[in-house]
């Protein structure tokens, strides 16, 4: 018989009493009673016998909820930190060469630091002209086209007092950054062009800084255009809920001619007056830890990446781990590209000196030595290439199923929606709908709705704020599915209203009924329309992705919203009839009592199967 090592001897014989670790615990997520028990001085069975008595049914070896998790460890009086699967080595190094908060505390007490400002706004209503005049530099001269194309961060002083502006080519990147749990910015700048009036992407601006939680500054801008009416902007921000205060709201709303300087100061004012009453405060000494805004490999100079330091103060010389990536501080610069001394909280620099380019929304901290900072950046790159690179889902998040699991434990459930749909007025019928769903235990919070397809930019928002994406006679594209899955995105698709209520009223009773999948089979694009006599028009059409079945169902898509739905008729490749056409080949589509086609047009091919419930 082979021998037991003396470990495995304890784990299943543990007692019941025996004292719990002292400290915090860290418990991967998904981990199973056999791992659990030993890492709380106790037995699977132990686990076990609890969560049986709780009414849970588990095995030895089979995955444990979080809750489950947290339940047990508060019933004996452990402390347990969740962490994503892969990340326990990562956490314990981490707790072992970090500085604690209680070391940072004792390090010195926290001071007033710069707000961090980022600006947002539709393309092309004068972001980068408004950073221009406020830097007295022609960045807006040297863009492509006068759009932004990189992130920048940029340090000013008014009044005597900084502030750290950071210019984004898009709210894409600030979401990305938060997605991934990096919370860099204090306040939001939102520049709506007076002309224009607020667009689309204005309106996800808004949404992407209400899921930040971050405090909100309107600037109108080219209020010295001839067509320029900030009355008719300042109603459409109200009934984007950001009521002016000259109005009676609390939304500071200011007027301001970039060109000319107009309205600068008292903007740079405001932004500070808000930074006052939010009281930023952080620790000037001690190690550096922030965020790394953006990064790249200069062919001069090797891996570059730009960071905010958000505790301490950042020196050369010191050693530092972003992501996967480690090194000594060669060099650090500032936006002319001056070398810096030091760099203070809420100060963005440029890093020299690291072992490769880690990504955007990386914490970067510094340690002790070059060994450390080794180890913990190869175990998270290990960590990283396990998973593929694949994003961890937003914690937090409540998914439609987990709804009635969170109110039957009495705890108040939101239920955060994205709502796209084609026409404006199915999107207010159905939010008026849903509104009517809330009850005192769940609440349904709307972080963007908006008609059109879904895209990316949902994706990345729903990710950010664990959101489930509900669209109605809309579809996502290809890349946006594949973001979904990859991020773990609840994406719904329906073209009855009643469907959508009857979804969420089940779900908040436990009674989902088994979904049903769409699997998208092939995608093909209308590239020529042709009319034959007696047969009607024809798609020429090019096979993007997947395969195009004849007799396959078929959904007719425009600017990502559904038109009509039927089979494919009839699929000829040359003269010849054709059962199926792959991705990469071009083909003659009929379709079913449709005639309506349009170069650019989508056909999308898919069928149905249910999903088996966890």
Not at 117 to 123: A, D, F, L
Not at 290 to 301: F, H, I, K, P, S
Not at 523 to 548: D, H, K, Q, S
Request: glycine fraction near 8%; hydrophobic fraction near 40%; aromatic fraction near 4%.
């Amino acid at each position: 018989m082979e021998e037991l090592e003396p470990t495995q001897l304890t784990v299943s014989y543990v007692p019941s009493n025996a004292p719990v670790p002292e400290g915090e615990l860290i418990v991967e997520r998904g981990t199973t009673a056999q791992v659990l028990g030993p890492k709380v001085n106790r037995s699977p069975g132990d686990v076990i016998r609890f969560l049986l008595l709780q009414g849970e049914m588990v095995t030895a070896t089979q995955s444990l909820t979080d809750e489950m998790i947290e339940l047990f460890a508060a019933e004996i009086g452990a402390e347990v930190r969740l962490v994503d699967p892969g990340e326990e080595q990562e956490a314990l190094l981490a707790a072992k060469y970090f500085e604690s908060v209680e070391e940072e505390e004792e390090m010195g007490q926290p001071m007033p630091r710069p707000p961090v400002v980022t600006v947002m706004g539709h393309v092309d209503h004068g972001k980068t002209t408004l950073l221009d005049r406020i830097r007295n530099t022609a960045v807006a001269l040297g863009e492509a086209g006068g759009i932004t194309q990189h992130v920048g961060a940029y340090q000013v002083m008014h009044a005597g007092r900084q502030i750290t502006f950071i210019d984004t080519p898009g709210h894409e990147a600030f979401t990305a950054m938060r997605a991934r749990g990096a919370q860099v910015t204090d306040i939001v700048v939102l520049v709506v062009a007076a002309d224009d009036g607020v667009m689309p992407q204005t309106v996800e601006a808004i949404n992407h800084a209400r899921a930040a939680e971050v405090p909100i500054v309107v600037a109108l801008t080219k209020v010295d255009r001839p067509d320029a009416d900030p009355n008719r902007v300042m109603q459409q921000l109200s009934e984007q809920g950001l009521v002016p205060e000259n109005w009676g709201g609390d939304t500071v709303t200011l007027e301001v001619a970039a060109p000319e300087g107009l309205g600068v100061d008292e903007l740079l004012e405001h932004i500070l007056l808000v930074a006052e009453i939010a009281e930023l405060t952080a620790v000037p000494v001690g190690n550096a830890r922030g965020v790394v805004l953006e990064a790249n490999l200069d062919v001069g100079r090797g891996p570059v990446a730009t960071v905010i330091v958000q505790k301490g103060i950042l020196a050369p010389g010191d050693v530092m781990v972003a992501g996967p990536a480690w090194g000594k501080v060669k060099a650090l610069l500032d936006e002319t590209g001056s070398h810096v001394k030091e760099v203070h909280p809420s100060s963005p620099a440029v890093v020299l000196g690291l072992s490769t380019v880690p990504s955007a929304g990386d914490e970067f901290r510094v340690v002790a030595d070059q060994s450390t900072a080794r180890t913990i950046a190869e175990t998270r790159e290990r960590r990283l290439r396990s998973m593929g690179h694949a994003p961890v889902p937003s914690a937090g998040a409540v998914r439609l199923e987990d709804l009635f699991e969170q109110v039957s434990r009495g705890e108040t459930a939101t239920l955060n929606l994205i709502l796209k749909a084609d026409v404006q007025g199915s999107l207010e019928a159905l939010t008026d709908s849903l509104r009517k769903l809330e009850r005192d235990e769940v609440k349904i919070s709307f972080v963007h709705r908006a008609v059109g397809g879904i895209t990316e930019n949902d994706v990345g928002l729903a990710a950010a704020s664990g959101a489930t994406i509900i669209g109605f006679n809309v579809r996502p594209d290809r890349r946006s599915r594949e973001a979904a899955q990859a991020q773990q995105v609840d994406i719904r698709t329906y073209e009855v209203v009643y469907k959508v209520l009857e979804d969420i009223e089940a779900a908040l009773v436990g009674m989902l009924k088994p979904e049903f999948e769409e699997v998208v089979t092939g995608e093909a694009e209308v590239r020529a329309v042709f009319r034959i006599p007696r047969v009607g028009a024809v798609a020429g059409c090019y096979v993007r992705n997947g395969t195009i079945t004849r007799g396959s169902r078929v959904r007719f898509l425009r600017d990502g919203v559904i038109i009509w739905k039927g089979a494919v008729a009839s699929l000829r490749r040359f003269k010849d009839d054709a059962r199926e056409v792959q991705s990469g080949f071009e083909c003659g589509v009929g379709l079913s009592d449709f005639q309506d086609l349009k170069e650019g047009d989508i056909i999308e091919t898919f069928e149905e199967r249910e999903i088996a419930r966890a």
